[in-house]
């Protein structure tokens, strides 16, 4: 892609799981299913565009109020995620980090991502950030939290002191996001990684994106003039 800027970082609010499965009369787990499937293959088009780092919004904390046949779903997506799949992930040389909190998570899927970002930590073609029982005012919150149990005085927290505590802090701001099936909403995603992002709304549901569709994003993204307030 000759004289585009390919953005650093792209992030994903990936929605519409469940109304595809009612527009194709499967059950919402299906739908689920069908997601998780795409997850993997945008990852892989998304790197060889040359993006560095995608992140996915895959459970919030406020999914915690859908059914518990859902939530438990849910989370064997995520074991099936960090164990079944990730020696293909790893043949894909895409390192994986799980963004988010570890209250109410059992201790299998803790285990799990501890073996799951320990064991792909040198991959180097991308980094896939799955944001699971997260909430960007709680990433916020925990990221001053630690602040203040370091000893560090009021005075001296700046912005930078606390993206230096968000969750996997080595992970830059998003440039552009993304969220499909035509909500147009932040739904609490990377508030703070978001402050200057670009916003693109799709009307495409999740489990229907292709490789086409990552190439519109960079283009739009390219026509963008990102100001940062100058």
Known sequence: MCDV??????????????????????SAY?????????????????????????????????NWKRS???VSGLMGLLIRFLKA???EIGDKNIRIKILGSRDKLSPEIIKAIDQAESKTVNNTA??????????????????????IDSGIAS???????????????????????VRTSGEKRLSNFMLWRTAY????????????????DIRVIIDEYNKRSRRFGG
């Open 85 to 87: 799949d990730l020696n």
């Open 30 to 62: 299906e739908g689920h299913i069908a997601g998780y499937d795409k997850i993997k293959g945008i990852a892989s088009i998304i790197f060889d565009e040359g993006v560095k780092y995608a992140s996915i919004y895959a459970f919030s904390t406020e």
């Open 5 to 26: 800027e390919i953005p650093k970082h792209i992030g994903f609010i990936v929605d519409g799981n469940r109304r595809w499965a009612k527009q194709n009369g499967l």
């Open 155 to 177: 005075s001296d927290i700046t912005p930078e002191l606390i993206g230096q505590n968000l969750y996997a802090s080595d992970i830059p701001p998003v440039d552009i996001v």
């Open 68 to 70: 518990e046949e859902e």
């Open 126 to 147: 991308g980094t896939l950030a799955i944001c699971f029982n997260y909430g960007g005012q709680l990433e916020i919150a925990d990221a001053v939290k630690k602040i």
């Open 197 to 212: 992002s670009e916003i693109m709304f799709i009307d495409r549901m999740w489990p229907d994106m292709t490789k086409q």
